[in-house]
């Protein structure tokens, strides 16, 4: 047995023995002494429980010196074995051990078993069967059961070796018997063998008899006749020279010899040699060299050896004594055998084997180095097997090693031999247990180094590694577009060289290599989330493009969280809404992808920003969540933010122009439900601006001008013929689109804080809550000529520019506020505008533009063509002075007020009269249109009547009469003369502006013909006036006409003339029925415009007949102006004619002065001035 327990036998009834005691060989002078064994053995107790374990202690501990161990009775000479022995103890913690290693590989076999499929119904699982007995069920209990039998089996064994153990003093005694017997038996043949031994080598020891005889004849005589004489002579020592011309022989026969005798038997690679001193030396490039020589001229006979070197690095410059001498025979033989083939063969294998033993040396050495624990070396015959990066994943992962050995260079099957062809040393690369096939690592064998061939074995490894990274992450869009850099760099010889270098974000780029020793990866620089990333990149099974990629997308995360969180840019760590309701906006969403939700301060709570970062491209979204759902907040709307492809710049300006272009889009959303309320067609377009990054394409909205605009509105009508296109009755000013563009976000003014009701403690700073938005629109004018006379700045947040023919507006608003209202307040008072200065671009003979702004317009305006010269009537001598230079008027045009307009007028205005039709005129519906067109028509008018009734001041208060001006439209003026007498005798005049032969004429009638009787005293006073005529008026039979520049106001003084001699007239008499009459008419003339009506029912029809009575002045001036070079045409004579009335109210109860305070003109300067 080759193991025995031995027990300790206290307990089992056996006496103790110790059998460690000094023992003799035989008894035999005390030689052989067997060494106590020094170290305490530990055996096993024999006991019930076998847990202790007692330490058999060593002699010198347990007996005295004197007194040497014995072992019970047998005697000294038999020797206690106690090799092999195992404590019993050890034996069971083994066992134990195993069984439970082998418990927890059976669990993990049983766990990696499929689970049973359990039966459905209803698409329900049914759970009640308790004995399973599916196939996967019984494979897992047959299993276990083996696993127990096998246990039991081992445990049975145990348990017999236990209870055999208490009787193991016993036969500890029988095994010390059994091997003294063997020893003996030993002993006895080993004496009979050397006995005979030494009988048969004293059979060579026996000598031959003396030859006595001839020994006493050389003894005695010196000479012995009959010894044989061989006559040798010496030859005399060489001199130099016969050296030399020994060793030119020597060449000259060697150069015959390997020229002509054995020239076809040199081998292939023996043919570069050269001779000298006596010898050949043949070199084999990268081999060796072998020096050999002739001892015959005869060409049979064979070289001999002289000398060998080795012709690599790293080798012994000098061979050995032993070596040397065992090479000299060895290749002698071989050339008396086997010639010049033979040697080359025998040397040439000789290097190849040194040199695998030189990479084995060498490979041993590394391993013990600086690739230690990274290398395993294991040496085969001729031939070597290195596997490296052994640490770098578990032990059942795939394998790389490389296989350096001798081949045997034989041509492939089926080619011809030759003689080129040798044996050599070759390199196998296997990559992930496959052998690369091509692979072409160089094997330098003249200059051996192992690790520069594992450095490029490696080197290509790792060009494989990096290559299929790059390749894969190519493919991903961010790379493909260029959108970010990806490089590689390899190289062929050194693996640490070779790098790939990975774009991050825009400052930070990663370096992945790979350690050429350990085989694992290393990124730099070491960022904070690079050494986590780098031990997700080494773990075994991990893909490292993906692993490359979740790395990326978390660093450029949380560079995005850092920076943006010092710059007002808050990160929202839980997301506000369910994974599920974001498939809608992540529809190509990956499991590498990183997601950040961002909210900016001053926002409203339901706006987000959601940034999602992949390699397939950085995407960017503004969510909007609705109200508050039982089941969590759901997304209301979301908007892609179409930023520009690249890496951008996480920098302040990046920040400050995300919350620019991001504010743009809530506010465009704003304004697009705006727009949708109010049913205005309108479209959505990026347009780059010059003022912000070309990455960030700002949203511009387009909206129709015609329908943003209530007037402009008015004036489509559907043509409903050609696809529902809309035309204009008249040509607009300005293109069909108004472009409104969010150009930057400020801090909110404390005015504006004030109306929120908000307050700011300190200054403003770039983190402020509290923003508004600023944006611009713009308007294109079709015709730039219209617009001369308007400045650049129209105001201080409108501009022109006369080279484009475009208005800028700046529009300011709260953050989350439309500023459609805003646009089309502005929009109007463009319009507004410009139908002002396209009025006087039509009445350009009498009014001149001195400032124009959106809050203020000031103008100066004169008679239509200067005064006539002094003419002489039929009646008499000059009536009219002429004037010298004409004065202008000056006009102020009040537009702070979108819905009112206030006109003021000089202290001395003749229009001051009718200041307050002018005010209805410019507030009513193309008022400011008309009005430069009324202000030169009616001037001389209104003078004409100033003068008139200055002139009859003097006799009002004689008492002699009253002259009274009743202004009704500013078209329409009744003059009353009352002539003091009993009764009172009054004349109505109607001074009307008509047309006449498509001109203006102011006509002036009497418009009491049914009150007065034919042919009264006013009549025949003014009919010289009706049948007279003069340079700008003309009588009419019944009515007289002047023109509108001089001719009224000299017709005015002609009538006034005519009036006043009927002061100078006697009364005379009348009948009383025609008297009462035409008192009664006098107390009460009738209203202006039908009999019967109220003054409101009189407004109303002036207002109504405005409209088409302003639409045909346009378009009659228009023709006018191309047909004829004169003045304007009389809108007023059109218009009575037609019987409408100009858009003026009547004057209630006209009065003779105006004693309403009119309003002034500002005073000093006339620049255009803020006032909101």
């Not at 889009?665 to 347009?687: A, F, K, N, P």
Request: hydrophobic residues 40%; contains cysteine.
């Amino acid at each position: 047995m080759a193991a025995v327990m031995k027990m300790e036998p206290v307990q089992n009834g056996v006496r103790s023995t110790n059998h460690d005691r000094n023992l003799k060989l035989n008894g035999v002078d005390g030689g052989g002494m067997v060494k106590p064994d020094p170290d305490g053995k530990y055996f096993a107790d024999g006991a019930a429980n076998m847990d202790a374990v007692q330490q058999i202690q060593t002699p010198a501990q347990s007996l005295p010196a004197d007194n040497p161990s014995r072992m019970n009775d047998l005697p000294d000479e038999i020797q206690h074995i106690t090799e092999n022995f195992l404590s019993i103890s050890q034996l069971l913690s083994r066992l134990a051990q195993k069984s439970h290693n082998e418990l927890q590989e059976k669990i993990i076999e049983l766990a990696k078993k499929p689970l049973p499929i359990a039966p459905t119904l209803n698409g329900h699982t049914d759970h009640s069967n308790i004995d399973d007995a599916s196939v996967e069920n019984l494979d897992k209990k047959v299993l276990l059961l083996r696993f127990a039998q096998e246990q039991h089996a081992k445990w049975v064994k145990a348990l017999v070796i236990t209870e055999w153990s208490k009787k193991a003093g016993l036969v500890s005694k029988l095994i010390d018997l059994k091997g003294h017997l063997q020893q003996q038996m030993m002993t006895y043949d080993l004496a009979l063998d050397s006995m005979m031994t030494c009988k048969r080598n004293l059979a060579y020891a026996r000598l031959p008899s003396p030859d006595l005889k001839t020994a006493l004849q050389v003894l005695t005589t010196g000479n012995a006749p009959w010894l044989p004489d061989f006559g040798y002579i010496e030859p005399p020592p060489l001199t130099a020279k016969d050296q030399l011309k020994w060793l030119d022989d020597i060449n000259t026969l060697l150069s015959l010899r390997l020229t002509i005798g054995d020239h076809e038997k040199i081998p292939y690679h023996f043919r570069s040699y050269k001779i000298s001193s006596g010898r050949v030396t043949f070199t084999v490039e990268g081999e060796f060299e072998v020096d050999l020589t002739i001892a015959d001229e005869d060409v049979e006979k064979q070289f001999w050896f002289i000398d060998f070197r080795y012709l690599f690095a790293p080798s012994p410059a000098e061979l050995s004594e032993t070596f040397r001498l065992h090479l000299e025979v060895k290749v002698n033989d071989i050339l008396a055998s086997e010639g010049l083939a033979g040697c080359y063969k025998y040397l040439h294998e000789l290097v190849l084997t040194h040199k695998v033993s030189e990479l084995r040396r060498q490979a041993l050495q590394l391993g013990r180095s600086r690739w230690v624990d990274t290398l395993k070396i294991e040496p085969l015959n001729r031939s070597l097997a290195i596997q490296y990066w052994t640490s770098r994943y578990p032990p059942n992962a795939p394998k790389n090693w490389i296989i350096i050995g001798v081949h045997s260079g034989a041509p492939p099957p089926g080619a011809q031999p030759h003689p080129k062809f040798k044996s050599y040393v070759s390199l196998r690369w296997f990559r992930n247990n496959l052998e690369i096939k091509g692979a072409n690592v160089p094997l330098n064998l003249v200059s051996i180094s192992t690790e520069t061939v594992l450095k490029a074995v490696i080197a290509r490894h790792v060009e494989q590694i990096l290559t299929a990274i790059h390749a894969k992450l190519l493919e991903k869009p961010r790379f493909a577009k260029r959108e970010a850099s990806l490089g590689l760099h390899i190289s062929k010889m050194e693996p640490t060289e070779s790098r790939l270098t990975m774009q991050f974000t825009h400052l930070d780029t990663v370096t992945v290599r790979i350690d050429p020793i350990t085989g694992l990866y290393a990124l730099e620089p070491r960022l904070r989330l690079i050494p986590a990333g780098e031990n997700s990149l080494n773990m075994f099974g991990k893909d490292p493009v993906v692993e490359l990629e979740r790395l990326r997308n978390i660093h450029a995360l949380e560079e995005l969280m850092r920076r943006g969180k010092s710059l007002g840019w808050q990160p929202i760590v839980r997301s506000p809404v369910k994974m599920e309701d974001l498939r809608s906006i992540l529809t190509n969403r990956e499991a590498t992808d990183a997601l950040g939700w961002f909210k900016r301060q001053g926002w409203n709570p339901q706006f987000f920003l959601l940034v999602s970062l992949s390699l397939s491209g950085d995407r960017w979204w503004l969510v909007e969540l609705g109200a508050n759902h039982p089941t969590g907040a759901r997304i209301r709307s979301h908007v892609p933010l179409p930023f520009t492809p690249g890496q951008p710049n996480l920098g302040d300006p990046f920040f400050s122009d995300l919350t620019v272009f991001v504010t743009a889009i809530i506010t465009q959303l704003t304004d697009v439900r705006e727009l949708r309320s109010r049913r205005i067609r309108h479209m959505t377009r990026h347009i780059p601006s010059p003022n912000m990054p070309p990455r960030l394409k700002l949203p511009t909205i387009l909206i129709r001008l015609s329908e943003i605009l209530p007037s402009a509105r008015a004036q489509l009508v559907d043509a409903g013929v050609e696809g529902g296109r809309t035309e204009r009755r008249g040509r607009p000013w300005a293109a069909e689109s108004v472009r409104l563009l969010v150009t930057g976000v400020q801090p909110a003014s404390s005015d504006e804080l004030a109306s929120r009701g908000m307050f700011r403690a300190g200054a403003s700073t770039r983190n402020d809550p509290y923003i508004c938005v600023t944006a611009s629109a713009s308007v294109v004018v079709l015709d730039k000529s219209k617009f001369r006379l308007l400045s650049s700045k129209v105001d201080h947040d409108v501009s022109f520019s006369h080279r484009t023919g475009e208005f800028s507006l700046r529009i300011r608003a709260g953050f989350g506020e439309s500023m459609i209202s805003s646009l089309a307040s502005r929009l109007q008072a463009i319009e507004r505008l410009v139908e002002f200065l396209d009025s006087i671009g039509r009445n350009r003979q009498g009014v001149e533009c001195e400032s124009i702004t959106l809050r203020k317009v000031v103008f100066t305006y004169a008679d239509p063509s200067p005064p006539t010269p002094p003419v002489h009537s039929e009646a008499g001598a000059s009536l009219v002075k002429p004037e010298a230079p004409v004065r202008r008027w000056k006009v102020w045009l009040d537009l702070r007020k979108p819905k009112s307009v206030k006109v003021a007028l000089e202290p001395d205005n003749p229009h001051m009269r009718v200041l307050d039709m002018l005010q209805t005129l410019v507030n009513g519906e193309k008022g400011l249109e008309s009005l430069p067109f009324w202000l030169p028509m009616t001037l001389s008018a209104v003078r004409g009547m100033e003068a008139v009734d200055e002139s009859w001041q003097q006799l009002q208060i004689s008492r002699r009469g009253m002259l009274e001006i009743f202004n009704k439209t500013l078209d329409w003026t009744t003059l009353r003369y009352t002539l003091s007498s009993s009764p009172a005798r009054r004349l109505n005049l109607d001074v009307r502006l008509r047309q006449r032969r498509g001109e203006a004429w102011w006509h002036i009638c009497r418009s009491d013909r049914r009150a007065a009787p034919e042919g009264d005293e006013f009549d025949k006073a003014l009919k010289k006036v009706w049948e007279g005529k003069g340079v700008n008026w003309k009588g009419l039979s019944r009515a007289a006409a002047g023109r509108p520049a001089a001719g009224i106001e000299e017709l005015l003084q002609v009538v006034d003339k005519a009036v006043r001699t009927v002061l100078e007239q006697p009364l005379p008499a009348a009948p009383a029925q025609h008297l009462q009459h035409q008192q009664s008419m006098a107390h009460h003339p009738p209203p202006a415009g039908s009999l019967g009506q109220t003054p409101q029912q009189i407004k109303a029809q002036q207002m109504q007949a405005q409209q088409a009575k302003a639409q045909q002045i346009q378009a009659q001036l228009q023709a006018q102006a191309k047909a004829k070079a004169q003045g304007m045409v009389g809108q007023g004579l059109a218009n009575h004619a037609n019987g409408s009335r100009p858009p003026h109210v009547q004057r209630p109860g006209g009065q003779v002065r105006q004693t309403r305070p009119a309003p002034q003109a500002p005073k000093g300067n006339n620049d255009v001035v803020d006032l909101t």
